[in-house]
């Protein structure tokens, strides 16, 4: 699991040289008891060739022979607020989305309940004409998206499943001094993906 599969994504800005990225992903604290890690590279995703993960553990370590910036951090979260029922079920939602055969147990409803609606949210909002851009892709294949001081730059499977038109799976929303913003992506039946934002409030 990673920031993209979990619905969240970053911007960027720099300021007397230095880079900021504010990061924004579906709440992180029922894995407290787990370990969750921050990686940093000179990369705009995760690369790779910058880590080195033990799938049979789970353990992430620096790859001392990455050519480029390359840091990891252990989020210092508390393991007491760790909810592991919730998180069961979130995974179970994440990894099995179109999954409705069974009926949803009692930690699955307060996570319906809890996520905010952003269908709804996106439905009341105002469509920024001039944010309506087709994503352009690197020459790793990662898309990218910018609008004014926004900017996204994500793997198309986080976005759609395999053969997916329509809306994305994941919808961004942030705030700034100048109101709540939403954006999302659509891909039409020729593999086109756009880009837009809306104004919230």
Do not use: W
Not at 156 to 184: C, I, K, P, W, Y
């Amino acid at each position: 699991m990673n920031i993209p599969t979990m619905n969240g994504g970053y911007r960027e800005f720099v300021n007397d040289g230095i880079m900021y990225r504010l990061i924004e992903t579906d709440g992180i604290e029922m894995f407290a008891d787990r370990g969750l890690y921050l990686a940093v590279s000179s990369s705009r995703f995760y690369d790779n060739e910058a880590f080195h993960c033990d799938e049979a553990t789970g353990e992430i370590r620096v790859n001392p022979e990455y050519d480029g910036v390359n840091a990891l951090f252990e989020l210092p979260l508390d393991p007491a607020k760790a909810d592991p029922v919730r998180a069961e079920a979130y995974l179970r939602q994440l990894l099995n989305p179109q999954n409705a055969d069974h009926a949803p147990d009692a930690a699955e409803k307060e996570l319906a309940v809890t996520e905010p609606d952003l269908e709804a949210t996106v439905a009341k909002g105002t469509l920024i004409p001039e944010s309506v851009r087709i994503m352009r892709f690197d020459e790793n294949g990662m898309g990218i998206y910018e609008y004014g001081n926004y900017f996204i730059e994500i793997a198309l499977d986080a976005l759609f499943e395999e053969g997916q038109t329509g809306f994305s799976r994941m919808t961004s929303v942030f705030g700034d001094e100048h109101g709540r913003f939403a954006v999302r992506f659509a891909r039409d039946a020729d593999g086109v993906v756009t880009g837009m934002m809306y104004k919230l409030d």
